[in-house]
């Protein structure tokens, strides 16, 4: 989460890369009530910088939930695992999406799909109706 100024020109660039796609989630912004806030990777209290190859798009709930983290307990082995980082990782390579649970397939898929709580009944239930209406994969 960030409360710091992102330049207009950098927050479209992010917006347009991620095709206003949450990229933890996938949750578009246009099926939001709010524009998707600006993720820093790697929060600037870690040292992480503003430049697009430290930004993500993310849905309100992911960036709450993410805060200024970077790692988490993977829940199937207990080791403290980094989080999925979008710029240097792939959705696909780390995640995967059965109907419209998303599953991590790897130690940083599974500590993200934990620590920003991607799969709560309330998630699982809009994502649904999204899908059932062209809106959303799976
Ligand atoms: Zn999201």
């Known amino acids: ?3 710091i100024h ?3 020109s ?3 660039l992010v917006t347009e890369r991620a095709n206003g796609r949450c990229e933890y989630c996938l949750l578009h ?3 939001t009530p709010f524009t998707h806030p600006i993720d820093h990777v790697v929060a600037l209290k870690h040292g992480g910088l503003t430049i697009a190859e430290n930004l993500a798009l993310a849905c309100l709930e992911c960036n709450l ?3 200024t983290d970077l790692a988490t307990f993977d829940p199937l082995t207990g080791e ?3 989080l999925y980082h979008p710029r240097q990782q792939s959705w696909e ?5 059965e109907g419209v649970r998303i599953v991590g397939l790897t130690m940083y898929g599974r500590a993200t799909v934990r620590l920003l709580q991607f799969n709560t009944p309330a998630r699982l239930a809009e994502r649904e ?3 059932d209406n062209s809106r959303y994969p799976g």
């Open 93 to 97: 390579e780390h995640f995967a999406l």
């Open 65 to 67: 939930n993410k805060g």
């Open 29 to 31: 912004q246009d099926d």
């Open 80 to 82: 403290l695992d980094r």
């Open 6 to 8: 992102i330049p207009e």
């Open 129 to 131: 109706l999204l899908r």
């Open 1 to 3: 989460m960030s409360r």
């Open 10 to 12: 950098l927050r479209r």
